[in-house]
C-alpha cells in the first residue's frame, strides 16, 4: 500500500505565498519523477511542476519565476513554493509519484488525493 499525503493549501491572498508538501509512504522501493498538478474548477488537470530523483525540473509556462519546486529524496517528500500567487492559480493541487516499490517491479504512477489553494483577489 502507497500513499500520498498533500498538505498546505489553503486561503491567501493575490501576491501572497504559500509551500504545499507532500509525502509518499507505505512500501515504497524508490521514487523516481515527483511532481504537482492542479486542476481549476471546469478545467483539465494540467502540470504545475515536475522534479526528478536527481533534481532536474520542469514548469508550465504559467508559474515559472514564481514556483519552486524541491525533494528530498531520504524522506519520500516533495515541494512546492509558490509565490506572487494570483487568482488564476486558485486550484485543487494533486502530488504525483512514480514510484518502484520492489527491486524488480516497474514503477507505478500514484496521486494524492488534492489539497485545495484558493487565492483571493
Known amino acids: 500500500q502507497v500513499q500520498l499525503v498533500e498538505s498546505g493549501g489553503g486561503l491567501v491572498q493575490a501576491g501572497g505565498s504559500l509551500r504545499l508538501s507532500c509525502a509518499a509512504s507505505?512500501?515504497?522501493?524508490?521514487?523516481?519523477?515527483m511532481g504537482w498538478y492542479r486542476q481549476a474548477p471546469g478545467k483539465q488537470r494540467e502540470l504545475v511542476a515536475t522534479?526528478?530523483?536527481?533534481?532536474?525540473?520542469t514548469y508550465a509556462d504559467s508559474v515559472k519565476g514564481r514556483a519552486t519546486i524541491s525533494r528530498v529524496n531520504a524522506r519520500n517528500t516533495v515541494y512546492l513554493q509558490m509565490n506572487s500567487l494570483k487568482p488564476e492559480d486558485t486550484a485543487v493541487y494533486y502530488c504525483h509519484a512514480h514510484i518502484v516499490r520492489t527491486l524488480i517491479s516497474d514503477g507505478v504512477d500514484y496521486w494524492g488525493k488534492g489539497t485545495l489553494v484558493t487565492v483571493s483577489s
Open positions: 507505505g512500501s515504497i522501493f524508490s521514487i523516481n519523477d
Open positions: 522534479i526528478s530523483r536527481g533534481g532536474t525540473t
